[in-house]
């Protein structure tokens, strides 16, 4: 007997399906994992590295120079910190609440977090296997994102998106 929910997910739309695939992909990873993470570490992890890189840093920066520090900016820094700080907790990543380059503090991945990054990323390729995304699923999935890219980049972009 097919599963019951199987008809339902017959008549959904598009972005249900994203929604589905997007949480099959994290239970998988996160029941997998060497490390205890929720949801939200997990993506806030892969920020962390994202980051790291030079580029992504001098826009952060800049960002940060040119926000207007109103009580709702500090209230989001601040619960960023408060969740980096978990990670930090678990030995993933150091914090820099000084730093030299112009922002309230700085994250940068410890040799366990590149580990678990590392690891993280075997089971995302572990769980495209198991659910039998192929190469043309692939293509389909990549045009997709393509096309999604702009929506998500222009409104962090509209948002001087800096933590």
Known sequence: MAHPHFKAIE?????SFISIIEESKLTYVRDNLDIHLHESQVKLL??????????????????YEKAEKTDLFKLHEELYLKSYKKLAKKGLIEIDESPENGLPYDCSLTEK??????EIARLESEWEE???????????LKKLALNSFEISYNHK???DFIF
């Open 46 to 63: 892969k920020r962390v590295k994202k980051h790291e890189k030079p580029h992504h840093k001098r826009i952060r920066i800049k960002q």
């Open 11 to 15: 008549n959904m739309e598009a972005s």
């Open 157 to 159: 972009k509209k948002l």
């Open 113 to 118: 977090g590149i580990e678990v990054l590392e």
């Open 130 to 140: 198991v659910v039998g995304v192929g190469d043309e699923d692939k293509e389909v």
